[in-house]
């Protein structure tokens, strides 16, 4: 995946069994999303031009919390109105992958908040390695 994202896990963040909450997985996915595409000067105000469709998470091993972790990130499709992007996520220390998952976003008018197009530059942008 062309892309990473260090982040860092919250003591906070394990739930009463002791390992990471399933919905902190989809906060990691989000700060790298914002990494990815704040990097890539896509954000206007910090918005994101899209709105999360869907996600699908493959737990494979149990995270932490109070970990630095790697997040890596690839578009994987790119459609008319929509993309597809995969995560994965790795504790930085030994290299365990905690998590592997994808996301299907789609883009919006930001005036009337309905499905739109994606501009040449932001397809562009998004398509390159």
């Known amino acids: 995946m062309g892309f990473r994202a260090r982040l860092r896990t919250r003591w ?4 009463t069994q002791g ?3 399933n919905a902190v997985y989809l906060t990691l996915f989000e700060e790298a999303r914002f990494a990815y ?3 890539l000067g896509l954000l206007d105000a910090n918005h994101f031009p899209f709105v ?3 996600t699908n998470v493959v737990y494979l091993a149990p995270g932490r ?3 630095e972790v ?3 990130l690839a578009t994987t499709q ?3 109105t929509s993309f597809t992007q995969a995560y994965r996520v790795r504790e930085v220390v030994n290299g365990e992958v905690w998590c592997e998952g994808e996301a299907r976003l789609v883009c919006v008018d930001p005036r009337s ?6 501009s040449a530059d932001f397809r562009k942008a998004i398509s390159s390695p």
């Open 12 to 15: 906070s963040d394990e739930d």
């Open 19 to 21: 390992v990471l909450n």
């Open 37 to 39: 595409f704040s990097g």
């Open 52 to 54: 999360l469709a869907q």
């Open 65 to 67: 919390g109070g970990r």
């Open 70 to 72: 790697e997040v890596e």
């Open 78 to 80: 790119v459609g008319s």
């Open 113 to 118: 908040g309905r499905k739109a197009p994606m």
